[in-house]
């Protein structure tokens, strides 16, 4: 019987130290490709091979976000677009940036536009000197994802390819891209 009151202490201490978690808004999030521009400008081509081209590119999504709880609450929407550099092949950010979206319950989905804004390149080949040169960018692909509190808890993330949606809950890996993208601007 000594033992009883110790038990019964046991038993009640995770009661007392334990806090209610907060309430995460449930998000359904889609984003869809609903068009993208490529443009190839010829500025210099040769009858044996060689030229000179330039590429420009753009990307435009469609995020649709909403939620079915009968709570109102605030959530963050980020969304990046990726490229690689032709020179080296390194990831970059083309463009990125966030909106605070306001989430009411039987309101229906909101529909946001994100665009990517244009991205250049340029290849020249010499086909008879069989030399190669290329600089700017090509797209990778886009994210997008929603978070909520000062955490950035990441409530949902969609991306255009399984490398890219594994970012979506990297904070380490966005902060690296955010900074060099900060830094080229």
Not at 32 to 55: L, Q
Not at 73 to 95: A, P
Not at 154 to 168: E, F, M, T, W
Request: hydrophobic share 35%; net charge neutral; with cysteine.
């Amino acid at each position: 019987m000594k033992t009883f009151p110790l038990y019964l202490a046991l038993l009640a201490l995770p009661l007392l130290t334990l806090a209610a978690p907060p309430h995460l808004p449930s998000v359904h999030l889609e984003v869809k490709n609903i068009g993208s521009s490529k443009k190839t400008d010829h500025e210099w081509e040769s009858g044996y091979g060689s030229y000179w081209r330039t590429f420009t590119r753009n990307l435009h999504l469609v995020a649709e976000v909403g939620t079915l709880d009968k709570d109102a609450s605030q959530i963050e929407l980020g969304y990046y677009f990726f490229g690689k550099r032709l020179s080296d092949g390194q990831r970059v950010l083309v463009k990125c940036g966030s909106m605070t979206v306001d989430l009411k319950s039987k309101q229906g989905n909101q529909t946001i536009d994100l665009q990517s804004g244009d991205t250049k390149a340029r290849v020249e080949n010499y086909a008879a000197l069989n030399e190669k040169y290329a600089e700017g960018l090509k797209f990778e692909g886009w994210m997008v994802r929603a978070t909520f509190g000062d955490d950035n808890v990441v409530l949902d993330a969609k991306a255009s390819s399984p490398s890219l949606l594994a970012i979506a809950r990297d904070a380490k890996e966005i902060e690296r891209l955010y900074t060099a993208y900060s830094d080229n601007q």
